[in-house]
């Protein structure tokens, strides 16, 4: 059964960092690509970032361009996201993806297998 583990989430100032971070077990994601997205209340599930199987390429919503960094090593199945200079619109809960392709995707259709989420709230 394959199973993706978030943690790092929780309540922080807006201007202040978390890192989030999704283990993976059941299957090896180290030859697929994988993302982060995100859904607000009363909002539908958004793209946030996502990261290549060789991790040399990425890409993210225009909105966390400059302050979001993902990453991932592969040899402990895990992948990262670090956020830094936080909002109060980047309050959400956060999903990490595994996708069934090695290129990233900004669209959620590849990614088959998800995380339960962790919450980031960010107050003003």
């Known amino acids: 059964q394959v199973q993706l583990v978030e943690s790092g989430g929780g309540l922080v100032q807006a201007g202040g960092s978390l890192r989030l971070s999704c283990t993976a077990s059941?299957?090896?994601?180290?030859?697929?690509?994988m993302g982060w997205f995100r859904q607000a209340p009363g909002k539908d599930r958004e793209f946030v970032a996502t990261i290549s199987w060789t991790g040399r390429t990425t890409d993210y919503v225009d909105s966390v361009k400059g302050r979001f960094t993902i990453s991932r090593d592969n040899a402990k199945n895990t992948v990262y996201l670090q956020m830094n200079s936080l909002k109060p619109e980047d309050t959400a809960v956060y999903y990490c993806a595994g996708s069934d392709n090695a290129w990233p995707s900004t669209t959620i259709h590849p990614y088959h297998y998800w995380g339960q989420g962790t919450q980031v709230t960010v107050s003003s």
């Open positions: 059941g299957r090896t994601f180290s030859s697929y690509a």
